[in-house]
C-alpha cells in the first residue's frame, strides 16, 4: 500500500469507529433524549412519577377553563387524557387543539404545571388557504 | 486528470483566479439578498398559526442550513487534506471554520428570539437545539485546536481529525426531530415533503437560501486568498503581488 492509500483507509477507519461509537451512544441515552412524555406513555408508567417531568399533547376542545391567571385544561394524545392546573401567562400560541408541552409534576391523576410551551407544527400556509383546508374536512 | 487538479489547486493559482471570480459571487448575492427580503416580508403573506412572526423563517431557515452545509464541507476538506495533502484543502477547512461558527451563531440567535413569543421560551434542551448548540462548540473547538499550533501543517493534521469526528453530529441535527419527541417542529422541506403551502413563502425562502450559498461562496474566497497570501508570504510570487500593489 503506498501512503496515500495508508492515510485513506485511516480517515475511513475514522469516519466508521466514530459512526459506530455515536450509534451505541445514542442508543444507550435513546430515552433520556426525549423532550416530553405523551399521556400514553405516562399511563404505561414511562415517566418518573413523583419528580417533575415534561408532558406534551394536545389540549382539549372546551376543556380550557380561566380565572385571572390560573388556567385548568385538558392534554391528550387521543388515547388517554390528563387534566393539567396552571398559575401563569400562556405562550402566544397557546388555544384549544393546540400542542403543547407542560413542565410539572402528577399529583393524583392532576398534573399541576409550573411551565406551558405551546408546539407549533412544520405547516406553513396563509389564513385563507388553513381557512378552506378546514371547511374541506369538515 | 491528477496534474491539472493539482495545478489548479496551486495556491498561486488559486490566488490569481479567485480574484476574478469573486464578483460573480457576489452581485448574485446582493441582488438574491435583496429580492428574497422583498419577497419574504412584503409579498409573502402572513402565517395562519404564526401571523407575521414566521417571516423571521426566511433568515433561521437558511441559517441553519448553511451551519451544517459548512461542516459538511469543512470536515470534506480536512478529509482531502489529510489523504492527499492539497494545501488549498487545508487553507478551505481553515477558513471555513469562522463563518460556520457565524452561521450557526445566527440560527441559534434567531430561533431564541423566535421561541419566545412562539413557544414561550427563549431556549429548551431539547434535542434539535442541543445538537445544533453542540455543533457551534465544535466550530470553536475546531478553531481552537487550529491556532494551538504554530507550524500550520500540524495544525491541519490535528484539526482536520477533530473535524471529521464531528461530522457524526450532521445527521444527529438532521434526524433529531424525527427520532425523538422535541419542541422545535418536524422538517417543512424536505426532499419528498413541503409542509410550505403558499409558493410566495417557499419562493422567499429558496431565494434567501440560495443567496447565503453565495454569501459563503463570497467569504470563503476572500478569506483563503488572506490566509494564502500568509502562508506564502516567503515565496517570490506573493512579494510579486505585493511590490505591485504598492506601485
Known sequence: ?138 | MWKWIQAFASPQNFYQISEKIIPWFLSPFIILTLLGLYWGLMVAPIDYQQGESYRIMFIHVPAAWMSMLVYLIMAIASGIGLIWQIKLANVVAKVSAPIGAAFTFLALITGAVWGKPMWGAWWVWDARLTSELILLFLYLAYMALNNAFDNPKTAAKASSVLAIIGLVNLPIIHYSVQWWNTLHQGVSLGINKVAIQDSDMLFALLLMATAFKFLYATLILLRARDEILFREQNTRWVKAVIMGDEK
Open chain 1, 1 to 138: 500500500m503506498t501512503k496515500r492509500q495508508n492515510r485513506m483507509v485511516l480517515v475511513a477507519l475514522l469516519v466508521a469507529g466514530v459512526s459506530l461509537a455515536g450509534y451505541f451512544g445514542l442508543r444507550a441515552f435513546n430515552e433520556n433524549l426525549l423532550y416530553f412524555f405523551s399521556p400514553t406513555d405516562v399511563v404505561a408508567g414511562k415517566a418518573p412519577i413523583g419528580k417533575s417531568f415534561r408532558l406534551g399533547g394536545m389540549v382539549v376542545k372546551d376543556s380550557v377553563w380561566r380565572n385571572n391567571l390560573k388556567v385548568n385544561f385538558q392534554v391528550t394524545d387521543y388515547v388517554n387524557t390528563f387534566g393539567v392546573k396552571y398559575e401563569g401567562i400562556l405562550p402566544d400560541l397557546f388555544k384549544e387543539g393546540q400542542g403543547v408541552i407542560i413542565t410539572g409534576s402528577l399529583i393524583d391523576k392532576t398534573f399541576i404545571a409550573t411551565q406551558v410551551l405551546a408546539k407549533h407544527d412544520e405547516n406553513y400556509m396563509p389564513p385563507e388557504v388553513a381557512d378552506a383546508l378546514k371547511r374541506a374536512n369538515e
